[in-house]
């Protein structure tokens, strides 16, 4: 006999069952799943927007724009009716968001959609959330509860970690996520590097470190989108993903709040690490929304590698 419905069913879990089965507390569950359920709209509005593009690529500038606009317009929309959330800080606002009656207990932080400038070209692109109490303005080891990110390619997969590790689900043709991946865990190493940035601009040491890693036959992987690279060595169990301080740029290219703290968050989770460089990046006191900082993030042997090629060279 063939796999019927029920043999298939017995062995789905779906996102509210696994945060169930897993302890999560109900309220953070709830907003977890509701900013989940987000990515469905966002989702199709990513979708509205290429059919838009077709024959038309004059107008992508405009049509980014209103993408990234819109995924923060639905969040914030979302999450003003979950009401768990007190305050909402994104990329796409230029202060924090009050939200609801002002009894959340949840501070959510969002890049509504990382990597947009890459819907042209359809190569993948994400939406970056993380969850805190009490405030965002401290080290994110301090308020942190849970991150997540989701990720808009061929199929639409979800990470979500609540600090019981780090888990994967794909979106399935009846719209449940469905549990594809329990307990992510980075290897030691890897053999893949993703760097950003032009290497004219590279320090001393992290050229070193990067002719370490070529000597040793990394292979690059780097699509430009933060989301689906860091995926890549989260999926593939190891590697690093490194946008560096820069020569004329120390504090590097990416968000602390937006991007690096929910991806740290979530790669310690999965037994990885996450640095500037020298300092645990959710040890880092996050000063201003739009600070930004270096990032070297995967398995822990890189990473230990490149503080060791940055301190020698300093
Ligand atoms: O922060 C936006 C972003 O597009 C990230 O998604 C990505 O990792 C990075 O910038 C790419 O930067 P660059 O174009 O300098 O390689």
Redesign the pocket.
Known sequence: MGEGISDYTKFVVDLRRHMWMAGVEMELRRLIWQIAVTGKYISAKIHESNRKLAGLRNVYGEEQLALDRSADEILKNQLHHSGFVRQYASEEQEAIVEIGQGNGKYYVTA?PL??S??VDTNLSIGTIIGIHRETFLTEGERSMVAALYITYGPLITMVYSAGKGAHEFVLNREGEYVLSQENIRLNEQGSIYSL??LRKDWTDGHRQFVEFLEGRGYKLR?S????P?INQVLIKKGGIFT?PALKKNPHG???LLF?LQPMAFIATQAGGMATDGHRDILSIPVEELDQCSPIYIGSSFEIRKASEFLEQAS
Do not use: C, I, P
């Open positions: 890049d990382d990597g400038s890459l950003g940035g780097y430009g989108g933060f989301v690279d946008y290219k990416l968000r991007e």
